[in-house]
């Protein structure tokens, strides 16, 4: 194995602290959570987690932190679950990768439910 320059381990450095920055849910006031149990990763929830975590970083949401956790009972998968100061809890279920822009937002950003995903408390 090659070995790195100083520069390198620096530049490296600094890339993996900006990806360990986002995780930190210091200072995160909405909270993305998609549900990846087994189910859930069939029915397509990686794709939507990615989808997520692309736009978010193209919209620069750094007020937003993005997890997983594992399945949702009771609710058709891939399931979303949106955690805002305005809304409270809102989940979401049958999320396809063409939704997410716009639970994006309408809710992340615009505070809105779309009553037609959302899993009635």
Do not use: N
């Amino acid at each position: 194995m090659a070995k790195l320059t100083v520069e390198q381990l620096h530049s490296l450095r600094e890339r993996e602290e900006i990806k360990m920055k986002k995780r930190d849910i210091e200072g995160k006031k909405r909270h993305i959570v998609v549900a990846m149990g087994t189910s859930g990763i069939e029915s397509g929830a990686k794709i939507i987690l990615d989808e997520f975590a692309t736009l978010a970083e193209e919209k620069g949401l750094d007020d937003v932190i993005i997890t997983q956790s594992g399945a949702l009972e009771g609710v058709k998968e891939p399931a979303v679950q949106i955690h805002t100061p305005d809304l409270g809890l809102v989940t979401y279920q049958d999320v396809k990768k063409s939704d997410v822009a716009r639970i994006i937002d309408e809710t992340v950003m615009g505070g809105k439910i779309i009553k037609e995903m959302a899993v009635e408390a």
